[in-house]
């Protein structure tokens, strides 16, 4: 089995910074690309940001020039630097894998997801 453990959330004032963490685990073989995605309160679940293993990365609109996310070395850990937080970004964000093959079936390829991380960026 896959999981994704999140951590980094928090409460921060606007113009302040956090960084989330994913890690991936289980018996992975590969991973075609991670990302962050995030729910406000009676809002749809909306892309934040996603990196391949090639390292090409896209990012909503909204967040551009403020977050950024990584990948080191395209391993299964990602990371999203969010820098000048604005009470808009307050979410749950979560943490997903996507192309996903495991050891045990390395031809298929699933999609995963965290259990989520509060963040909350007061005004």
Excluded at 51 to 72: E, L
Excluded at 110 to 120: A, D, K, L, P, S
Aim: glycine share 10%; proline share 2%; with cysteine.
């Amino acid at each position: 089995q896959v999981q994704l453990v999140e951590s980094g959330g928090g409460l921060v004032q606007a113009g302040g910074s956090l960084r989330l963490s994913c890690a991936a685990s289980g018996s992975i073989f590969s991973i075609n690309a991670m990302g962050w995605y995030r729910q406000a309160p009676g809002k749809q679940r909306e892309l934040v940001a996603a990196i391949t293993r090639g390292v090409i990365t896209n990012y909503a609109d909204s967040v551009k020039g403020r977050f950024t996310i990584s990948r080191p070395d395209a391993k299964n850990t990602v990371y999203l630097q969010m820098n000048s937080l604005k009470p808009e970004d307050t979410a749950v964000y979560y943490c997903n894998a996507d192309g996903v093959a495991t050891t045990q079936d390395v031809l298929r390829r699933r999609n995963y997801w965290g259990q989520g991380t509060q963040v909350t960026v007061s005004s």
